[in-house]
């Protein structure tokens, strides 16, 4: 069974400083891996994925993450954070591109301060 | 073009009653997933439907209810209420050609039972 476990449930952070947020998940199978952002009483929005390719891929808002298939990991890194980007991240995962269902970390609660 | 509409935003019912919440995709989606996100559980995977067919199912149990119609919206119906069902329920629409592996989501249904 497929897993994913988001190692830190919140992460402070002052404003123009980097930050990664760290994912990491467990298959038998090849996967595909997502990063999604929710904002308060919003659902969520993808800001990034991996489905084949180029191990670092780069996202909205100037997110990235890079896939490491050695280390099963797949974390999220951004330069210089802003206010706006206060926000609920998740990392998912799932067996095929072609489906609905996703499996999801607990998510991590970045709070950018001022 | 329309994002992801959930219907109710918000409703509050008692236990042993039964809800049904409505989903309606973006145009030309014809696979539609529906999430509960709950604090204690995170975001777990309810059922997928595409083309009016269940295609995914997750862990709940068969008062977990869902339906597709011809033109793509969808239902979700939980019955005999729990406290435990309190939770807000996300809808997901996709692409499923070409496939992207993205999700969009909706706003969600926030359902509190008492």
């Known amino acids: 069974a497929q897993s994913v476990t988001q190692l830190d449930s919140q992460v402070p952070v002052f404003e123009e400083a980097p930050v990664e947020l760290r994912c990491n998940y467990s298959?038998?199978?090849?996967?595909?891996l997502f990063w999604y952002v929710q904002y308060p009483n919003q659902g969520l929005q993808l800001l990034l994925k991996?489905?084949?390719?180029?191990?670092l891929v780069k996202g909205i808002n100037g997110f990235e993450a890079e896939f490491n298939k050695s280390q099963t990991s797949f974390h999220l890194r951004k330069p210089s954070v802003h206010i706006s980007d206060t926000a609920e991240y998740f990392c998912?995962?799932?067996?095929?591109?072609?489906?609905?269902?996703?499996?999801f970390g607990q998510g991590t609660t970045l709070q950018v301060k001022p | 073009k329309a994002g992801v509409t959930q219907t109710p935003r918000y409703l509050i019912k008692t236990r042993g009653q039964q809800v049904t919440l409505s989903c309606s995709p973006i145009?030309?989606?014809?696979?539609v997933s529906w999430y509960q996100q709950t604090p204690g559980q995170g975001l777990q995977f309810l059922f997928e439907?595409?083309?009016?067919?269940?295609?995914n199912k997750g862990n709940f149990p068969g008062r977990f209810s869902g339906r597709q119609f011809s033109n793509s919206r969808s239902e979700m119906n939980v019955s005999t209420l729990e406290l435990g069902d309190s939770a807000l329920y996300l809808c997901?629409?996709?692409?499923?050609?070409?496939?992207?592996?993205?999700?969009?989501f909706g706003e969600g249904s926030r359902l509190t039972v008492l």
């Open positions: 998912a995962v799932s067996p095929s591109s072609n489906t609905g269902k996703l499996i």
């Open positions: 997901a629409s996709s692409l499923d050609r070409p496939n992207t592996g993205e999700l969009f």
């Open positions: 439907y595409f083309s009016e067919t269940q295609r």
């Open positions: 145009s030309g989606h014809r696979s």
């Open positions: 991996y489905l084949s390719g180029s191990t």
């Open positions: 298959s038998s199978v090849s996967v595909y």
